[in-house]
C-alpha cells in the first residue's frame, strides 16, 4: 500500500503521490496549462509543483483511493533509464530542485519506518507493554483507548495479567499505513 501525504513542501523532494490518483478541477490545467512534454514521466509531479507554485496546496481525500503494489518489477522500476533520467533532469532544473531521482518502490521503503520497539507482523505494527501489575496494565489500555477514540482509529489488544498487547494495522487498506505508524508512535508515549 503506498499512502504518504502530501504537501507543497514534500513535493520539492519526492513524489509520493499516485498519478492515478489526483484529480484537479479543469480550470486548474486551463490556468496553469497542459502536462509538460519535455519532462517525460515526470509530468504530473512538474504539474503538482506547478499548482503548488499557484496556491494550491494537495490534500488527501478521505477513504481509500488507488491501491497500488509496490515491487521491483513495476513499470518504474527502471527509473533510472536514460531517457527517464533525461525527463528527471529536465523537471529537477525547471523547478531548481537538488534531488535524487527514484521510484515509488524506493520512496516507500524510505518513508515507511517501524516504529522504534514495534514490529512488523501479518501486516500490523506490534509491540508488548509489561507492567509491574494488572491495574497499572489496565489504566495504559484505558489511555490507548482514549487515544483511539479520540483519532477514530482502533488497535487489537490483548491483555495477560501484567502484560498488554497491541497491534495496529488499517483493515480497510489491507496493512500498515502512515496513521498505524503515528498510532503505533503515540501508544508509546502514553
Known amino acids: 500500500m503506498f499512502d504518504h ?3 507543497c513542501e514534500s513535493l520539492r523532494v519526492n513524489n509520493t503521490v499516485l498519478t492515478s490518483s489526483i ?11 497542459p502536462l509538460d512534454p519535455a519532462v517525460g514521466s515526470y509530468a504530473d509531479w512538474d504539474f503538482m509543483v506547478r499548482m503548488c507554485a499557484a496556491g494550491l496546496a494537495p490534500h488527501k481525500l478521505p477513504g481509500l483511493g ?24 529536465r523537471f529537477a532544473g525547471k523547478h531548481g530542485l537538488e534531488i535524487r531521482i527514484a521510484n515509488h518502490l ?8 517501524v516504529p522504534d520497539d514495534w514490529s512488523e507482523v501479518d501486516g500490523a505494527l506490534e509491540r ?12 495504559f489500555v484505558n489511555r490507548v483507548a482514549d ?14 495479567y501484567n502484560r498488554v498487547k497491541l497491534r495496529w494495522s488499517t483493515h480497510s487498506a ?7 505508524r503515528e498510532m503505533a508512535s503515540r501508544s508509546s508515549e502514553l
Request: aromatic share 8%; charged share 30%.
Open 5 to 7: 501525504d502530501a504537501s
Open 23 to 33: 484529480a484537479y478541477a479543469r480550470e486548474v490545467q486551463d490556468a496553469l496549462g
Open 66 to 89: 488507488v491501491c497500488y503494489e509496490l515491487h521491483d518489477d513495476n513499470v518504474s522500476a527502471a527509473f533510472d533509464a536514460p531517457e527517464r533520467r533525461a525527463g528527471f533532469e
Open 106 to 113: 524506493a520512496i516507500h521503503r524510505l518513508l515507511v519506518s
Open 128 to 139: 508488548e507493554f509489561k507492567f509491574d501489575d494488572f491495574i497499572q496494565a489496565m489504566a
Open 147 to 160: 487515544l483511539a477514540e479520540s483519532e477514530n482509529h482502533h488497535p487489537d489488544v490483548e491483555i495477560h
Open 174 to 180: 489491507g496493512g500498515i499505513t502512515d496513521k498505524d
